[in-house]
């Protein structure tokens, strides 16, 4: 976990985080810690808290004619390819409506083809150089070894994992859906998708061949500075041996994963690989790589359903020699948003188990008190627990009093701000980040689905909520 250093975006919020704000705009880590604006009319009376229009950093012209968009996370200058799909997927019904705004998605998707073309493994990037940004130093990345090794200038992080890769491509396949446009489809895009299977391929082998020799493709060891500690193994982490599932070093916190085979990652990816394929064949191209992300996607699926599940409950994490960590991570993907990714039906009683053990002492990242509870990361810190592991909860459930019990557990634990926070402390309510845009905009992709399978819960005249109205 990435305690007082994790990604966001302004988009959440209203703002999208295009860089060169006016100089007198006062920076949102400022700004959202105070109530701004006029109050709401609702039972919390909560503050107004978009930037004032000319602070707003998005200007569709400059997209446009750039046709490449840099989403900062945060009080970094850097882009997170798991964090701007999430930023993004409130959006997508809005896109077909706003050309500007779709403009933007397509730009942020060419970015994101440029980085994962040259550095696969990696999550986290430095502006474009047309931007005219310099790059900005991580010093948390200062005593870090990571091979195959990454330019600085273009990379500000390069741990590897697989759920990054599935952001790039729900915001491709989320975009297209929305649009039809599959302009964004170009040379660029392609190599992309062919490092992706490169990743793919070399992370679901065994760690060790057949003659125990070490078969390395990555390895990361951190160091003097490094916020996450060394991973064992000379930077490979625990062994593996093959089952269908494909590797992962951190978890979506950026916890060091236990065992490699992260089992929600992989459900992400088996899910996002069948869209990917769906967008192929809808467009008629590459039917070589439309095939290859069939065959990836059911073998994954199968290898869940048959390596991971014991007395139906689903690990968090497996190794494939029978290891097994029964668990569950704050951040998606995690166990919980298995429905909210499109896994499986929140009715499936594997999930349901699961569910029931997450959400209680039998999940060890799970914690209660006085004034928050659910799920949270990094043992140490386990007092500190994240409204997003609530907002899952409530994307699994069709129980009106669950969901409704979630829902205020987070809408009264915002400080009196009305924006989402990192973590929240269940001693104390004390919370991390002011500005952690993600969490706004799963927030907010919950409310207008709410809006549209439980009106009743959310609004006085009962009506289900049409985009664009
Ligand atoms: C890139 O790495 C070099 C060599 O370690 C270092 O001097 C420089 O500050 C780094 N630049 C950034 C932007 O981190
Ligand atoms: C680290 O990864 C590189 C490939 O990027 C590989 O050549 C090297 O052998 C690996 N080293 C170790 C110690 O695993
Ligand atoms: C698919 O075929 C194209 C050429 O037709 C090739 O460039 C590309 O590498 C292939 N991709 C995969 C994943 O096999
Ligand atoms: C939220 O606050 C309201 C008003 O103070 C209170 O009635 C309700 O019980 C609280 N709900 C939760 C889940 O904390
Ligand atoms: C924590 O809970 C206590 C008791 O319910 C309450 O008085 C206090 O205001 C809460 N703290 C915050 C920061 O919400
Ligand atoms: C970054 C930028 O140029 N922002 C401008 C976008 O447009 C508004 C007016 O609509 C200006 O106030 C911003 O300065």
């Known amino acids: 976990m990435r305690l007082g250093f994790a990604p966001w975006v302004s988009a959440a919020v209203g703002a999208s985080a295009l860089l060169g704000a006016a100089a007198q705009c006062p920076d949102f880590t400022t700004y959202s810690q105070s109530p701004q604006g006029n109050p709401s009319s609702g039972p919390l009376a909560l503050p107004y808290m978009r930037p004032a229009p000319a602070c707003r950093t998005f200007n569709s012209t400059s ?13 970094i200058t850097a882009q997170w390819l798991r964090d701007t799909a999430n930023q993004f997927a409130h959006y ?29 493994y990696c999550g986290a990037f430095q502006p474009p150089p047309e931007s005219g940004l310099a790059p900005s130093h991580n010093d948390w990345a200062d005593g870090v070894t990571v ?31 929305a649009t039809k446009d599959s302009s964004f489809m170009n040379s660029n895009w392609f190599m992309a998708l062919d490092q992706i299977f490169r990743v793919i391929w070399e992370q679901s082998q065994s760690t060790f061949d057949d003659d125990f020799n070490l078969v390395s493709y990555y390895n990361w060891t951190g160091g003097n500075g490094a916020l996450s500690p060394a991973v064992n193994n000379a930077g490979n982490g625990e062994p593996k041996l093959y089952t269908g599932l494909v590797g ?39 039917k070589n790589i439309s095939q290859l992300a069939r065959k990836y996607s059911s073998t994954i699926t199968n290898a869940i359903w048959t390596t991971t599940i014991v007395d139906s409950i689903f690990a968090y994490e497996t190794n494939g020699f ?18 909210y990714l499109g896994f499986l039906k929140k009715t499936h009683p594997a999930y349901v188990a699961t569910r029931k053990l997450l959400l209680s002492r039998k999940n060890p990242y799970y914690a209660a008190g006085k004034n928050f509870s659910g799920i949270g990361c990094d043992l140490a810190l386990q007092l500190f627990i994240r409204p997003m592991s609530q907002i899952s909860a409530i994307f699994g459930t069709d129980d009106d009093k669950e969901i409704m019990q979630s829902l205020y557990l987070i809408a009264n634990n915002t400080h009196g701000l009305g924006l989402i926070h990192e973590s929240i402390s269940i001693y104390d309510g004390t919370y991390t980040r002011p500005w952690f845009a993600w969490a706004n905009s799963y927030f907010a992709e919950m409310l207008l689905d709410l809006a549209q399978r439980k009106p009743y819960l959310i609004f006085k005249d009962n009506k289900p909520y049409t985009p664009g109205q």
């Not at 896109?95 to 040259?118: F, H, P």
């Not at 273009?154 to 890769?165: M, R």
């Not at 991570?329 to 995690?334: F, K, T």
């Open 63 to 75: 997209v446009e004619t750039e046709n490449l968009a840099f989403i900062i996370t945060g009080d």
């Open 92 to 120: 997508h019904t809005l896109l077909s409506g706003d050309k500007e705004l779709a403009t933007l998605v397509k730009a942020v998707i060419n970015n994101e083809a440029r980085y994962v073309s040259q550095y696969p």
């Open 147 to 177: 091979n195959p090794p990454v330019n600085n200038q273009t990379v500000f992080e390069c741990k590897y994992e697989i759920d990054s890769l599935c952001g790039f491509l729900k915001l491709s396949r989320s975009y297209y859906q």
């Open 248 to 286: 992962t070093h951190h978890r979506p916190s950026d916890d060091l994963s236990t065992f490699a085979f992260l089992v929600p990652a992989n459900a992400m990816l088996s899910v996002e690989l069948t869209n990917l394929a769906n967008i192929l064949d809808a467009t008629k191209q590459a």
């Open 322 to 339: 029978g290891g097994r960590y029964v668990m569950d991570d704050a951040n998606v993907p995690s166990l919980l948003s298995l429905p």
